[in-house]
């Protein structure tokens, strides 16, 4: 957890505060919001975010090897075979769990891959809303993009 960050939040969060973001989310998307939003975004340390990225190159080696199709087809069922389909995803998300090791370190653990865009316009939106209605520091950023991630990757608004 990335120590003063989470200490100017806390000190800044209120149910008030938290009503008008949720508000917000109401007003620009009227009925849409069908699920909780958390009352906080997490904090995570340096060292962490390295871990995650580390991580998540990994993963993008494996995809984007050029054997990767060929290693994979049978995985996909007969029935559920899209026509005319790219190389390679267009959007990647990387979903993970947050462990301890054996030491006591944070470490990502990966529970799921997906390759589909709409996570990705709701999380820029998403960070943006809490920078407007909670104090989150401008050395802090939602994007962990490393320089490979950089190279590719052109958020909108951000």
Same mark, same amino acid.
């Given at each position: 957890? &990335? *120590?003063?960050?989470?200490?100017?939040?806390?000190?800044?969060?209120?149910?008030?505060?938290? *009503?008008?973001?949720?508000?917000?989310?109401?007003?620009?998307?009227?009925?849409?919001?069908? #699920?909780?939003?958390?009352e906080s975004p997490v904090f995570v340390?340096?060292?962490?975010?390295?871990?995650?990225?580390?991580? +998540?190159?990994?993963?993008?080696?494996?995809?984007?090897?050029?054997?990767?199709?060929?290693?994979?087809?049978?995985?996909?069922?007969?029935?559920?075979?899209?026509?005319?389909?790219?190389?390679?995803?267009? #959007? $990647?998300a990387i979903d993970f769990a947050i +462990?301890?090791?054996?030491?006591?370190?944070?470490?990502? *653990?990966?529970?799921?891959?997906?390759?589909?865009?709409? $996570?990705?316009?709701? *999380?820029?939106?998403?960070?943006?809303?809490?920078?407007? &209605?909670?104090?989150?520091?401008?050395?802090?950023?939602? $994007?962990?993009?490393?320089?490979?991630?950089?190279?590719?990757?052109?958020? +909108?608004?951000?």
């Amino acid at each position: 957890m &990335h *120590q003063a960050a989470r200490k100017t939040y806390n000190e800044a969060f209120n149910d008030d505060s938290y *009503q008008k973001f949720r508000a917000s989310i109401e007003a620009d998307f009227p009925g849409e919001l069908d #699920f909780r939003v958390a009352e906080s975004p997490v904090f995570v340390p340096l060292v962490l975010k390295n871990k995650l990225i580390e991580a +998540c190159e990994s993963f993008i080696d494996v995809i984007v090897a050029d054997d990767f199709k060929a290693k994979t087809e049978r995985a996909i069922p007969a029935a559920q075979r899209v026509p005319n389909e790219n190389d390679h995803t267009s #959007f $990647l998300a990387i979903d993970f769990a947050i +462990c301890k090791d054996k030491n006591g370190e944070l470490e990502p *653990q990966l529970i799921e891959l997906q390759g589909f865009p709409s $996570l990705m316009a709701y *999380q820029a939106y998403l960070s943006e809303l809490f920078r407007f &209605h909670f104090p989150i520091p401008d050395s802090l950023t939602t $994007l962990l993009a490393s320089k490979r991630m950089r190279n590719t990757w052109r958020p +909108c608004g951000i």
